[in-house]
């Protein structure tokens, strides 16, 4: 079982990672591009007409939206395979892969129990049937298994592969049945300095968007301009970018 000096090493390193990520994120966003793509007529509705309300209303969708996906990738997966001390997959839709000389697991490591529609858990069951039919080559048993990061799943009657979550996720995958009380405690005590690193980045930007909402985007008087919003958004043709 993993030691908890092994374990603080792992999770802040991986801590560290995501923000690097979450700041890459942050450096691509757009402005011109998020407006074009947001709901105006909403957010007018809404009655905000103040610039930095509008521009931090946006980007606080935009990083909410992409944050679950990001912590998945630049955590969950990465110390599920370390936990795990299995390697990595061979096949897209296979995260971490785990063998002995009769069985070979293959987990799908997603983070909540909601993140499945209907054609994404085809895609997923499409994948390990991919899989499943290269392990039958390798004449051991194929345990397929979609493992979620938080939250509890009921395993449903003879399902063509096993879900775990959370607890029982964590459990199998170290062998600690604490393990993913572990995970949390350390993510609590990781250093301040990571998230205010972030959080710069983050005001940073949110002044250099709020500067060119106020420039292309507003009246004189400094509110909101919502028709020139709804033109960037909606007009038939695209209108070319102001010079002003």
Not at 88 to 109: F, K
Not at 202 to 210: C, F, G, M, N, P
Request: hydrophobic share 35%.
């Amino acid at each position: 079982m993993i030691t908890d000096e092994e374990l603080k090493d792992v999770v802040t390193s991986l801590m560290d990672s995501f923000y690097k990520r979450r700041i890459s994120s942050l450096e691509k966003l757009d402005l011109r591009r998020i407006l074009s793509k947001k709901n105006p007529y909403l957010y007018c509705a809404l009655g905000i007409n103040d610039p930095r309300k509008i521009v931090e209303a946006i980007v606080n969708a935009q990083v909410s939206s992409s944050d679950e996906g990001l912590f998945g990738d630049a955590f969950f997966e990465p110390l599920a395979l370390m936990l795990s001390g299995g390697h990595t997959a061979p096949s897209p839709g296979v995260d971490v892969v785990c063998e002995d000389a009769s069985t070979y697991t293959a987990y799908a490591i997603k983070s909540g129990t909601a993140v499945f529609n209907a054609q994404s858990k085809k895609k997923q069951l499409e994948e390990f049937g991919s899989l499943a039919a290269r392990v039958r080559k390798l004449g051991k048993r194929f345990d397929p298994v979609i493992g979620y990061g938080y939250g509890r799943k009921q395993q449903r009657v003879q399902a063509a592969y096993r879900e775990l979550a959370g607890q029982a996720l964590w459990e199998e995958l170290s062998g600690d049945p604490d393990c993913y009380v572990r995970i949390i405690r350390l993510l609590s005590d990781a250093p301040p300095s990571i998230a205010e690193h972030y959080e710069s980045a983050r005001t940073a930007l949110i002044d250099e968007l709020v500067d060119e909402l106020e420039r292309d985007f507003c009246k004189p008087d400094g509110t909101i301009d919502w028709e020139q919003i709804v033109i960037l958004n909606s007009a038939t043709s695209r209108p070319k970018k102001s010079s002003k």
